[in-house]
């Protein structure tokens, strides 16, 4: 296992969403820092994540997710479908502390871990769900549902649309742009916009894909 040195994951970190223009305090920084020790800590048993160096975890999960806080603004209600580790849902609940995020995954391994995360972190504005989307049923629909690297987008769409509230949006987010996928969706959706991230450190596309109901104007 790589070596944790804190000092220096905390620079790369707080550079980085310098970088982004994002305004994250140190307790925050220091929330997330808690949260990637944790990742580390249980990747080594649980298998989490294929990443195991925490100063790639850093760039790769951290400021990837990060990256796509701006695009939640004005969010009150999210759902991170497939959350696996908590990317990016537990990093969404400690940079909006303001937001709501539920986080749901089939792997109880997954989900296991969220609950630690949630618990040690002290985040209580998130909620974890063990179970297949489809099977969700949530007393307030969502603003936002949101995955990263879930399902194909029609697949997605299909499988949590009905958690989704009215003038709702999916944001998916994705490597390279997936022009295929975004030309399958079902019926009644169409992409509204389209978003290319920099991610600090990161030499890779990075893409943000927004879904809205209603027909392609």
């Known amino acids: 296992m790589a070596a944790f040195h804190r000092d220096e994951l905390t620079r790369t970190l707080t550079e980085g969403a310098r970088v982004l223009s994002l305004d994250l305090s140190d307790a925050q ?31 790769q ?7 796509a806080v701006p695009a939640f603004t004005g969010a009150r209600n999210v759902l991170d479908v497939g ?16 937001m709501r995020v539920s986080m749901i995954d089939t792997v109880h391994k997954k989900t296991a871990f969220l609950t630690q995360v949630k618990a040690e ?5 998130i909620a974890v769900h063990t179970m297949r989307v489809e099977q969700l049923q949530a007393p307030e ?15 997605f769409v299909n499988w949590s649309g009905h958690l989704l509230k009215a003038g709702g949006r999916f944001i998916a987010m994705k490597g390279v742009l997936p022009e ?25 596309e990075r893409h943000l894909i927004f879904i809205e109901a209603g027909e392609q104007a």
């Open 29 to 59: 920084i220091g929330q997330l820092m808690d949260y990637l020790a944790l990742l580390s800590k249980w990747n080594a048993v649980y298998n989490l994540t294929a990443v195991r160096d925490p100063a790639q975890m850093v760039t």
């Open 180 to 204: 295929e996928e975004m030309a399958r969706l079902p019926a009644g959706w169409h992409v509204a916009q389209v978003q290319a991230l920099q991610v600090p450190g990161l030499n890779a």
């Open 121 to 125: 972190l002290g985040l209580a504005n």
């Open 141 to 155: 629909k969502f603003d936002v549902i949101t995955s990263r690297a879930f399902a194909e987008l029609a697949d």
């Open 61 to 67: 999960h951290l400021l990837d997710s990060l990256a």
């Open 83 to 98: 959350a696996g580790g908590g990317l990016p849902g537990i990093v969404l609940a400690i940079a909006r502390p303001d």
